[in-house]
């Protein structure tokens, strides 16, 4: 099967951020990147799906300045097949701008599938996916925790709800986001990783669609107060529950 | 709980800006091993070992492996981290391609060691001994061992040991008693007790290859009549899968003060059968092949551990609120300051940093000569790089063991009370890292190694394999804006050179002395070579930062305060040391038993 993976390159999550002097970004120096973790679920499902099959291709698309290449080269050495790069001096906040690059690099490529993460890790939008979808006229699942495309022609999907789940079925091609729960991305593998460097990885420029939302102003969530000791054993109790009900107004 | 990150900026910055990546693609072979080849196999280990490896030290360290019945039981989790590591590929990183291995260079092997001995060292004792006999197998076995064995072994699907310790002989592997009596159809019959076995029963693997020293029947006595063999668990069917159980059996596993998760052995080998592994009575030439890397390992283990414990103090500090600072309060908003305030706490911090990213380098470095060895095209060079790590694997064994138990102890001090108790991790990693200063020779034996064996081989050209670019070092940067550092370090180098010259003297004239003087002289060698390494790092960091180092800045800074640190605050101990040596051994000798 032709399947395409978006994939984002974002910050590590597990970071004491820092708001950077523009006040609409994170202070970059010293982060960590990787490949967004439900990105990482997207590539696995795509390569079970092809493990499964025998045969077919897998793309793996990013947009962004060329430290993106990093992050499609973590995808090659999972297995993905071969990888282009939209090329842009930034990864611009309006999910819709780069729906339309996305979509233009897609057109063409006659893909069965193209797999989104449910979400990037770092802006959780969760609108790129299902915006592509509709600017090539696919049908689109989201949020997808189980994923079933083995005769070929339809999808059949099982999404997640509170205390329920349900099963969506749609004609290929079609756009599905993926959420965690298909399959735990597996590592990539020195095999992997020296094979990655002999597999395609092409640079084109983004046609990026207009930017009409940016960031105005980003803040970073107040330190938390410093704790507070009522007293020991059982005689702080009372004290303890009457300030979770009248301060903090948990109980 | 504790946390690990691989630093992979500083493993970077000794990779590619201190030693040079690039040397390791000028090697034939390592075409491939281009920067970025580097960066992303670098990135690969250290999510496994932070994701896989780190999360079940805790576990591995409160279940332990267990025995029932001569059934080894590794810890929860353990089965499935062994599966993803093979499938990474990470056993044969550095493996002969012609068995399946990447061919990578040895270099990275020893960024990997460090990697896994700093997430979870009970862990790293089973791939570790598998390489270990992969190494001895393939520089010494013949092609049907090799082919029936060793791709095996690269892949990780079967597990390796070496065998070597009896009750009775510990250090001293020529008075062995375990026998291989020849079964007539060019294999033999294996029987004796097998003591301290690493990983000797488990069941992460389908089946072990047990390497085991023994005695033919026409031995001569001592090391020369001492032979290796190779005795599988189970016997290989036709088609390379685990058949006949051989007679090789668990009686027992060790209850030890760490490194629970790694289940230490009593083998009894009872008739079982086994292949001569290399020529008869040449079996300590191939085991040499298994102790040299092994007790760089372990070196490696002491580093590792330094590294997570120091991670850990070092968050501790900045969060630890407790008394104010010194010259008033740094954070007046909170009721207390941060203990990273505190001149001793720092001191604390500062020695384990130092020590870190100083072993590192000078690690990196021996990896790379080892590489040099295996694949440069000059023998001339290939010899020079022979030489030094012969004479830096003792130095590198001992030194990084002691300083890195003392350093997880200054890991657990930083904590306080929290350090002593269990959740907190800091006191597992004291425990697990005292081993490393006993397997593999003692530290004693290594200080021994390197004075009675080392300094007098050939005629002191190892010696000079050192001491002379250390000289030119310290010349070159003489003049100019580190010549402050350079002046320290050829300090330590003169007393290191003293040290050598009174040990050769009076060495020779009652070898009680070389003795009496071996591991202040081992450790002093340690300081000055890591010294050494600092230097090389200061002169690069200073190089950026005249460059405009941007956003870097800090790190580069950091690397030039720590190298002021090492040389004006640790590097002195040499003094003191030296010190000691000079006084002679007249009063460790001067007493009779009875009268301690």
Redesign the interface.
């Known amino acids: 099967m032709k399947i395409a993976v978006a994939i984002k390159r974002v910050p590590d999550m597990d970071t004491r951020f820092k708001i950077a002097p523009s006040g609409t970004a994170v202070d970059e ?2 982060l ?1 990147f990787d490949m967004s973790d439900f990105d990482g679920y997207a590539a696995e499902a795509a390569l079970q799906i092809n493990e499964k099959q025998g045969g077919g291709e897998i793309t793996a698309i990013s947009l962004g300045p060329d430290v993106v290449q ?1 992050t499609l ?2 995808a090659l ?1 999972m297995g993905l097949d071969k990888a282009v790069q939209l090329k842009a001096d930034a990864v611009p906040f309006d999910g819709y701008a780069i729906a339309e690059a996305l979509a233009a690099e897609l057109k063409g490529g006659s893909y069965d599938l193209i797999l989104f993460g449910r979400m990037a890790i770092d802006s959780s939008n969760q609108s790129v996916g299902p915006m592509v979808a509709e600017l090539l006229g696919l049908p689109c699942i989201s949020a997808v925790s189980q994923l079933d495309v083995s005769d070929g022609k339809t999808v059949k999907a099982r999404r997640e709800l509170e205390g329920a789940y349900e099963e969506v079925t749609c004609p290929l091609p079609a756009v599905v986001t993926i959420d965690e729960g298909v399959a735990r991305p ?6 992997g ?2 094979a ?2 002999k597999k395609p990885l092409e640079v084109k420029p983004a046609q990026l669609g207009p930017v009409t939302a940016t960031v105005a102003k980003m803040e970073l969530p107040p330190e938390r107060a ?1 704790g507070r000791i009522l007293g020991e054993n059982a005689d702080a109790v009372p004290e303890l529950v009457r300030l979770l009900q009248t301060e903090a107004k948990v109980l | 709980m504790p946390a690990y990150r691989a630093p992979l900026d500083d493993i970077r910055f000794v990779l590619h800006d201190v030693l040079g990546t690039e040397q390791l693609r000028a090697l034939p072979g390592y075409e491939e091993v281009t920067p970025d080849l580097v960066d992303t196999v670098l990135d690969g280990m250290a999510q496994v070992c932070e994701e896989v490896l780190f999360p079940l030290n805790q576990v591995g360290d409160q279940v332990g492996s267990t025995v029932a019945d001569g059934v080894v039981t590794t810890p929860p989790g353990f089965k499935e981290a062994y599966a993803t590591f093979c499938e990474a590929g990470f056993p044969g990183l550095s493996c002969d391609p012609a068995y399946g291995g990447q061919g990578l260079p040895l270099t990275l092997r020893a960024v990997l060691d460090e990697m896994v001995c700093s997430t979870n060292l009970s862990f790293g004792m089973f791939p570790g001994l598998t390489y270990g006999a992969y190494e001895a197998l393939h520089a010494y076995g013949s092609d049907e061992l090799k082919d029936a064995y060793l791709a095996k072994l690269v892949s990780g699907e079967w597990a390796g040991t070496m065998c070597l310790t009896e009750p009775h002989a510990g250090t001293d592997l020529g008075i062995i008693t375990t026998k291989a009596v020849p079964a007539g159809d060019g294999a033999y019959h294996v029987t004796g007790s097998k003591i301290f076995i690493t990983a000797g029963e488990h069941d992460l693997t389908p089946n072990i290859v047990h390497l085991v020293l023994a005695k033919l029947p026409d031995a001569p006595p001592g090391t020369k009549g001492i032979s290796l063999l190779l005795v599988p668990k189970y016997l290989p069917t036709e088609d390379g899968r685990p058949g006949t159980r051989n007679g090789v059996t668990c009686v027992g596993v060790e209850h030890k003060m760490g490194i629970k998760a790694s289940p230490t052995c009593q083998l009894q080998f009872d008739n079982a059968k086994g292949w001569l592994v290399g020529e008869p009575h040449k079996g300590l030439r191939a085991m040499f092949i298994m102790m040299n890397g092994a007790r760089l390992n372990v070196g490696m283990q002491g580093l590792g551990l330094s590294v997570t414990s120091y991670q850990n103090a070092l968050q501790y500090a900045k969060d630890r609120l407790q008394m104010r600072a010194l010259k008033g309060a740094a954070r007046p908003d909170q009721p207390a300051d941060p203990i990273i305030v505190h001149p001793d706490v720092r001191r604390g911090l500062m020695t384990m940093k130092s020590f870190n990213e100083g072993a590192r380098a000078l690690a990196y470095h021996v990896g790379m000569e080892m590489d040099v060895i295996l694949h440069h095209p000059d023998p001339a060079r290939r010899q020079e790089a022979e030489d030094l790590v012969a004479l830096l694997t003792p130095v590198v064994k001992a030194f990084f063991t002691d300083v890195g138990f003392e350093s997880a102890n200054i890991g657990l001090q930083t904590y306080g009370g929290h350090g002593y108790i269990r959740e907190y991790g800091m006191e597992q990693y004291v425990r697990d890292s005292r081993i490393a200063q006993i397997y593999e020779g003692t530290n004693g034996v290594q200080a021994m190694d390197l004075v009675g064996r080392k300094l007098p081989a050939e005629m002191g050209r190892l010696l000079r394999r050192f001491f002379q670019p250390t000289h030119e070092l310290i010349e070159r940067e003489s003049q100019g804006d580190l010549k402050d550092l350079a002046e320290a370090l050829g300090q330590g180098f003169r007393r290191l050179q003293q040290g050598t010259q009174l040990i050769l003297a009076k060495g020779m004239r009652d070898p009680n002395e070389a003795g009496a003087a071996a591991s202040e002289y081992l450790r002093i060698f340690g300081l000055v070579a890591v010294g050494a390494m600092w230097l090389r790092m200061a002169r690069v960091a200073q190089d950026k930062l005249a460059a405009g180092a941007g956003p870097k800045e800090a790190f580069y800074r950091s690397k030039v305060v720590t190298a002021k640190f090492w040389m004006t605050r640790i590097l002195p101990q040499a003094h003191g040391l030296m010190a000691s040596i000079a006084a002679g051994g007249e009063t460790i000798m001067a007493l009779e038993p009875d009268a301690f």
Do not use: C, F
Not at chain 1, 186 to 191: A, E, G, V, W
């Open positions: 120096t010293g960590k990093e080269r973590k050495s597996r590592y990539p593998s020195l095999k990783i020296m990655a460097k410093a």
